[in-house]
């Protein structure tokens, strides 16, 4: 089980953050609205560094106009576009599904929150959904929270799941985190090279499930998802990967999956339980759970394929790290 993380304490700048992407093993779209999902906090981090400028300092990062998740965090934080410096450094593909912009947004979170005086955790989860909601209006808190707790969580999940961490709100709308229990598994997740838009797949789902058919997949969707969500509890590999086969045809009728990643699928097939698309879809990544002794197996299949794998284990949430000094 993931050690629980305390508040972010008080920090002045210039200081330094770090924070994990996410990987979704179920019920992404239909977390969006309201159904269960289980995410996984993988161990491939952004790194954000916040300085006060430079005297003179002209050769600052990226203008904040280019950056909407910069511009809706200093906002939020009460900071004008030219306040601070912000830098980042990430080891997670953009637009591939593994939660770049969460984990760059829960790492400037904490440290904006650290300069503010501290942050509980809950507190800061619900700061870094707010900032990501702000800058692509739409989305369930799961990815920012996933890079806030680290480790597997679930978003609406059965309460028998673990303790609940924090509940999110926007507006009506309310979300409820939960631990979830390790079972010590490693996946293997693999990037299709195809980027993609996160909001434009969001809304593509929500008009689909509008159609008089809309609610019976929705229901599915929330079927799967708690039953993986038992699964991985459990420690059932068998259950899991046919969830997860099971959750991508729901996806495919989502109208979300892309002729990339079935064909990654299929080739990940002879060395894997199961797997399916992860995160928004139409391109983006697949994430695999390996037979066992079959990892290697799996990636080099998937990298054949022409995808980009790598082997995935829980990591833990967004933390402050080591000073700056400058
Ligand atoms: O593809 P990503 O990393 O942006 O993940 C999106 C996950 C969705 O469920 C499709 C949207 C959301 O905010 O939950």
Not at 68 to 90: C, I, K, N, Q
Not at 236 to 254: I, K, M, V
Request: proline share 9%.
């Amino acid at each position: 089980m993931t050690a629980e993380l305390g508040p972010v304490p008080a920090r002045a700048l210039p200081a330094s953050a770090r924070a994990p992407g996410k990987c979704i093993l179920f019920g992404e779209h239909a977390v969006v609205h309201g159904a269960p999902a289980l995410i996984l906090a993988l161990d491939l981090h952004t790194q954000v560094v916040v300085t006060r400028p430079s005297a003179g300092g002209a050769a600052g990062p990226a203008p904040v106009a280019d950056n909407p998740y910069l511009a809706a965090a200093l906002t939020l934080a009460g900071r004008g576009p030219t306040d601070l410096e912000v830098r980042a450094v990430s080891r997670l593909p953009r637009a591939a599904g593994l939660g770049s912009s969460a984990a760059f947004v829960a790492a400037l979170s904490a440290v904006l929150s650290a300069d503010a005086g501290g942050l509980d955790r809950p507190g800061l989860a619900q700061r870094a959904f707010a900032v990501e909601r702000a800058a692509q209006g739409v989305g369930s808190p799961g990815d920012t929270s996933a890079s806030v707790a680290g480790g597997y969580i679930t978003v609406n999940g059965p309460a028998a799941t673990g303790p609940l961490l924090w509940e999110v709100r926007a507006g009506s709308e309310r979300w409820d985190v939960r631990r979830a229990p390790d079972p010590g598994w490693s996946w293997v997740v693999a990037y299709s090279g195809i980027p993609r838009s996160t909001a434009e797949a969001v809304r593509a789902v929500g008009e689909r499930l509008g159609r008089p058919d809309g609610p019976a997949l929705l229901q599915r969707f929330a079927d799967v998802a708690a039953r993986g969500i038992a699964a991985v509890a459990a420690g059932d590999r068998g259950a899991t990967g046919h969830l997860l086969t099971e959750n991508q045809s729901l996806l495919r009728d989502a109208g979300v999956s892309h002729p990339r990643l079935e064909a990654l699928i299929e080739a990940a097939a002879p060395a894997s339980e199961g797997a399916k698309l992860t995160g928004a879809g139409c391109g983006g990544s697949i994430v695999a759970l390996p037979v066992p002794g079959r990892e290697v197996d799996l990636m080099r299949r998937l990298a054949r394929a022409g995808a980009v794998p790598f082997p995935v284990t829980p990591a833990a949430g967004a933390a402050l790290v080591e000073p700056v000094f400058g």
